[in-house]
């Protein structure tokens, strides 16, 4: 929809935009390994990595880039990757 | 729970995998809060975040030309103003008005805007998203670029190596304007940097952030790299961590020892021209610089 002014009237609606196909390497988050330090939460440029009820985070593959930025930046090694086949 | 939940900057996002901007912008509106109006001019997080017509912002937020960030900020400040004395809107809520702009929107072309907001003391706070060059169109020069590195229109041959001038110290530009506070920060350094951001909302009367902010295709280097380039920056001296509240300086991160440049350069492309002698040379200047602010 075009609108005067070019509004737009839907905050964050990018979210239609799935980033997730733009992946060469999938990252993958080991929660036994995982000490919560928080980095990869903070570092992700797309805020796909999010907590679910149970404290423990998981990463949204619809919108990961796969800049690998939250597997250079753990701390104890819970993620690593591997290449997106298809 | 370290860091605030809340997500004010949506995802799906056009920026490359491993931007920065968007960890600055992410970070901003963590520490900022919903109650916030974004003013953004023309730059690689305008461009990025919103390709009409959509927006990764859920915050207000305004585009506005290239030179005129800081003016549109002052307005929008003026108005907020104007409403809560003259109709009684807003009671009792303080609003953050918050202008992103990068190195190109505030070193250079929205130089005269910026100067103007800050002197004449409108309550806003400006951050300066600096990854060294006009990243969006091509990787140009801007007067933010640091000495020796390449660029398309600095480019490094047998004449010239790279850009020839140093690196404009805005935030000490910023602080000769006598305003009550001026601080630089680094992504790499989320918690000092959201506690500037907190810090800097709760004063009254013009403040400015310059966040270094490593690009992933202007600089030249792995896109998971983004954090620990920046954090080498800090900690090899080039880009030294301050605040200046109310004319007092105060170093915030202050590295055990520092690292030579030399670990930095060699982890980027624009910088892969030079010799051994050439980064001795930055070397020296760095240590200067260094010592002058008591690193």
Not at chain 1, 20 to 38: A, M, Q, Y
């Amino acid at each position: 929809m075009v609108t005067i002014a070019a509004i737009i009237y839907e905050p964050g609606n990018s979210i239609r935009n799935k980033t997730g196909s733009w992946r060469t390497f999938r990252p993958i988050l080991d929660n036994n390994k995982c000490v919560k330090c928080e980095n990869c939460y903070i570092f992700c440029p797309e805020g796909a990595i999010q907590e679910d009820e149970n404290g423990n985070f998981k990463i949204d593959y619809d919108y990961c880039k796969g800049c690998l930025i939250c597997m250079n930046e753990c701390p104890v090694n819970a993620i690593t990757k591997v290449r997106e086949e298809k | 729970m370290q860091f605030p939940r809340e997500e004010l900057f949506a995802p799906g996002h056009r920026g490359c995998a491993g931007c920065g901007a968007a960890i600055v912008a992410r970070l901003v509106l963590k520490a900022a809060g919903k109650d916030t109006i974004c003013v953004v001019p023309t730059g690689c997080l305008e461009v990025m975040t919103t390709p009409y017509p959509e927006t990764s912002w859920r915050v207000p937020w305004i585009h506005v030309a290239f030179e005129n960030a800081a003016a549109v900020a002052s307005g929008v400040e003026s108005a907020i103003k104007a409403l809560k004395r003259k109709r009684g809107k807003f009671a009792n809520k303080k609003i953050n008005v918050i202008a992103i702009g990068g190195d190109g929107g505030t070193a250079d072309i929205g130089f005269q805007a910026l100067s103007g907001a800050m002197e004449r003391g409108h309550n806003i706070l400006y951050i300066m998203y600096d990854n060294e060059a006009y990243m969006n169109t091509g990787i140009q020069r801007s007067s933010s670029t640091p000495f020796m590195a390449a660029t398309t229109t600095s480019p490094a041959g047998s004449k010239i190596k790279g850009e020839d001038r140093p690196k404009k110290d805005v935030a000490m530009i910023m602080a000769a304007h006598g305003i009550p506070y001026v601080a630089t920060a680094c992504i790499s350094y989320p918690e000092d940097f959201m506690r500037k951001v907190k810090k800097a909302l709760s004063i009254e009367g013009p403040k400015f952030i310059q966040v270094l902010q490593p690009c992933t295709t202007g600089w030249g280097y792995p896109p998971h790299k983004t954090i620990e380039i920046g954090r080498l920056a800090v900690e090899t001296g080039i880009f030294p961590l301050y605040e200046i509240e109310n004319g007092e300086f105060r170093i915030t991160y202050k590295p055990s020892k520092r690292k030579p440049v030399k670990e930095y350069i060699r982890m980027q492309k624009r910088y892969r021209h030079l010799t051994d002698e050439d980064i001795e040379r930055i070397q020296r200047y760095i240590d200067e610089k260094c010592k002058l602010l008591g690193l």
